[in-house]
């Protein structure tokens, strides 16, 4: 009898560890407003960290400026708030000489990212479980220059805020 309860036991304890690790899965619509916001918000702690006097260094001379890449990665926001409104578009580049400073620059990466997540939480779950794009291509772009800002970082003596001990 008493081997019976501590099994009882034993088995209670496993069952509610069990039950405390499992998260319940994430739906599409989650995912891809999660994984949009996340590399949004990374860029734009990069965007106000980074110093404003670095904001017109190249890592080679063909290559964009570090303020420049972030207004080519707010084209990428702006196309997808459009398409997420509906709108037929092509990618608009916007013009980085049309934004000079990390002031304007930080305010440009603010309004894209407030209008963007602004279209995609309109979009119903439903339709976000049928098609992911373009939401997905915009934040694997944008993933893509996060990590050649990390080099803009580095390249400078800095270490990206992600990469800092918490």
């Not at 088995?11 to 509610?16: H, N, T």
């Not at 980074?50 to 400026?65: A, H, I, Q, V």
């Not at 794009?133 to 805020?161: D, F, K």
């Amino acid at each position: 009898m008493r081997n019976m309860r501590a099994l009882w036991v034993v088995y209670l304890l496993l069952l509610s560890i069990c039950g405390f690790g499992q998260n319940s899965p994430k739906t599409t619509a989650q995912s891809v407003r999660g994984h949009f916001a996340s590399i949004n918000q990374r860029l734009l702690t990069m965007a106000k960290d980074f110093p404003e006097g670095k904001y017109d260094f190249k890592l080679m001379p063909e290559m964009r400026t570090f303020g420049a890449v972030l207004v080519h990665v707010v084209s990428g926001n702006i196309y997808a708030a459009k398409t997420g409104r509906g709108q037929s578009v092509n990618w608009d580049e916007l013009d980085p000489k049309d934004y000079k400073g990390k002031d304007k620059i930080v305010a440009l990466v603010e309004k894209s990212i407030a209008d963007s997540e602004a279209a995609l939480k309109d979009i119903p779950d439903e339709s976000l479980a049928k098609d992911v794009e373009p939401w997905m291509s915009v934040v694997e772009h944008s993933a893509e220059h996060y990590g050649l800002l990390v080099a803009y970082y580095r390249a400078n003596g800095l270490v990206p805020p992600e990469s800092r001990p918490k």
